[in-house]
T-cell receptor, first 109, second 113 residues
Framework: RKEVEQDPGPFNVPEGATVAFNCTYS??????FFWYRQDCRKEPKLLMS???SGNEDGRFTAQLNRASQYISLLIRDSKLSDSATYLC??????????FGSGTRLLVRP | IAGITQAPTSQILAAGRRMTLRCTQD?????MYWYRQDLGLGLRLIHY???????GKGEVPDGYSVSRANTDDFPLTLASAVPSQTSVYFC????????????FGQGTRLTVV
């Protein structure tokens, strides 16, 4: 079983839609969680960290469920510029960042 | 401009040849990482270093070696390249461990023929 698993998509949604991605992780000792965004095989960039209490940054909301070992990302009011691959990242042990294979989002006009 | 620089940006390499991918950061980050990215498999950790002088193995270390002689540089060496090492390689760094934001280089696209 992969340490971090994501639905690869693609998710094809119209502008203005709300879309949610889930990610599961296998190591219950994991302490830190993140969502990264990657455009067209460019380098990944941090979108947001995921905190135990959940957190929001504009149209983006991230949540963590430790009991079920999954994290989620909700994007409201999708924009064309949101089209990208979203990577779930988990820190199971110090100095190891494990990436999911990514979920591709396509926002159409 | 502060950040991470990788070189070369792309390379075509004959199988069996030795190749070193360079990575330099000027943010004085303690931890550095090498990942490879293949279609459908995402980024997989090859090697990491939590501070100058120490390195560790990631998920897919076979066929690769690294060194960390100083804080800024973290080269990745393929001793004898094979076609299965064709991939996009990303170097990254974090200020401390994996609980802080990772900054990535622009990537090296390597093709082994």
């Amino acid at each position: 079983r992969k340490e971090v698993e994501q639905d690869p998509g693609p998710f094809n949604v119209p502008e203005g839609a709300t879309v949610a991605f889930n990610c599961t992780y296998s190591n219950s000792a994991s302490q830190s969680f993140f969502w990264y965004r990657q455009d067209c095989r460019k380098e990944p960039k941090l979108l947001m960290s995921v905190y135990s209490s959940g957190n929001e940054d504009g149209r983006f909301t991230a949540q963590l469920n430790r009991a079920s070992q999954y994290i989620s990302l909700l994007i409201r009011d999708s924009k064309l510029s949101d089209s990208a691959t979203y990577l779930c990242v988990v820190n199971p042990t110090p100095y190891k960042l494990i990436f999911g294979s990514g979920t591709r989002l396509l926002v159409r006009p | 401009i502060a950040g991470i620089t990788q070189a070369p940006t792309s390379q075509i390499l004959a199988a069996g040849r030795r190749m070193t991918l360079r990575c330099t950061q000027d943010m004085r980050h303690n931890a550095m990482y090498w990942y490879r990215q293949d279609l459908g498999l995402g980024l997989r950790l090859i090697h990491y270093s939590n501070t100058a002088g120490t390195t560790g193995k990631g998920e897919v270390p076979d066929g690769y070696s690294v060194s960390r002689a100083n804080t800024d540089d973290f080269p990745l060496t393929l001793a004898s390249a094979v076609p299965s090492q064709t991939s996009v390689y990303f170097c990254a760094s974090t200020r401390q461990g994996g609980d802080t934001e990772a900054f990535f280089g622009q990537g090296t696209r390597l093709t082994v023929v």
